[in-house]
């Protein structure tokens, strides 16, 4: 571990910036911000600093390039394949068909995911929407959507942990964007979703909204 001053490694941490940026919006995310990855690689800077060792030979840039490579790339994938967050929000925000609606007494498929300030009577019409939504869908499916209106208590302790590292790099003068709530990519990773399975989830959420919407 070493004590390092953050301003010497700025120049490289934004140039490699750069080059990842034009890789997340190459995979869809327009609305990530330089500063976004700017503030994970922060994270990967802090991580390199206190494994770094100066007696394995390589000099700290050529650890710290290592390093940032590494993060970033575990990063880009499990936030930024197509099946990231938002296109299951998207998704999930599709209009139901007129019959549907009536039957649910819901406007959207995102409303399978109550608000804890509705009615009674509104929290009701919203469950039927969502066990209504379960039905159309396989059992892993069917786990991935609970999840997404459940949070499972491991994944809220995943949370707990993000702002433990986000309080660090604040410390050393980093800033570092965590994500406000659990994201799909947390959700597959925890339900032990490959690739293949991810995208198929994906494709069904998709197919629903398809199915009843428009």
Same mark, same amino acid.
């Given at each position: 571990?070493?004590?390092?001053? @953050?301003? &010497?490694?700025?120049?490289?941490? *934004?140039?490699?910036?750069?080059?990842?940026?034009?890789?997340?919006?190459?995979?869809?995310?327009?609305?990530? =911000?330089?500063?976004?990855?700017? %503030?994970?690689?922060?994270?990967?800077?802090?991580?390199? #600093?206190? *494994?770094?060792?100066?007696?394995?030979?390589? !000099?700290?840039?050529?650890?710290?390039?290592?390093?940032?490579?590494?993060? /970033?790339?575990?990063?880009? +994938?499990?936030?930024?394949?197509?099946?990231?967050?938002? =296109?299951? !929000?998207? %998704? &999930?925000?599709?209009?139901?068909?007129?019959?549907?609606?009536?039957? =649910?007494?819901?406007?959207?498929?995102?409303?399978?995911?109550?608000? @804890?300030?509705?009615?009674?009577?509104? =929290?009701?019409?919203?469950?039927? #929407?969502? !066990?209504?939504?379960?039905?159309?869908?396989?059992?892993?499916?069917?786990?991935?959507?609970?999840?997404?209106?459940?949070?499972? @208590?491991?994944?809220?302790?995943?949370?707990?942990? &993000? +702002?433990? *590292? %986000? !309080?660090?790099? *604040?410390? /050393?003068?980093?800033?570092?964007?965590? @994500?406000?709530? /659990?994201? %799909?990519?947390?959700?597959?990773?925890?339900?032990?979703?490959?690739?293949?399975?991810?995208?198929?989830?994906?494709? +069904?959420?998709?197919?629903?909204?398809?199915? /009843?919407?428009?």
């Amino acid at each position: 571990m070493i004590k390092r001053d @953050p301003k &010497l490694d700025r120049q490289q941490i *934004k140039a490699f910036a750069y080059k990842v940026l034009k890789r997340v919006h190459a995979l869809g995310a327009k609305t990530q =911000t330089l500063e976004d990855v700017e %503030s994970e690689l922060w994270v990967a800077w802090c991580l390199a #600093c206190e *494994k770094y060792d100066d007696n394995g030979g390589a !000099a700290f840039k050529t650890f710290l390039y290592a390093g940032l490579r590494n993060h /970033i790339n575990r990063w880009v +994938e499990k936030n930024f394949e197509r099946f990231h967050g938002e =296109t299951i !929000a998207a %998704s &999930l925000d599709m209009k139901l068909r007129g019959d549907d609606a009536d039957y =649910t007494g819901a406007t959207s498929l995102g409303d399978v995911v109550p608000d @804890p300030h509705e009615r009674q009577d509104e =929290t009701y019409q919203r469950e039927d #929407c969502f !066990a209504y939504a379960l039905t159309r869908l396989s059992p892993r499916s069917q786990m991935f959507l609970t999840f997404l209106k459940d949070n499972p @208590p491991e994944l809220m302790e995943r949370m707990k942990d &993000l +702002e433990a *590292k %986000s !309080a660090y790099a *604040k410390e /050393i003068g980093a800033c570092y964007a965590m @994500p406000g709530r /659990i994201t %799909s990519a947390m959700i597959f990773d925890f339900m032990g979703a490959s690739r293949a399975e991810r995208k198929q989830i994906m494709d +069904e959420v998709t197919q629903i909204g398809r199915l /009843i919407s428009n």
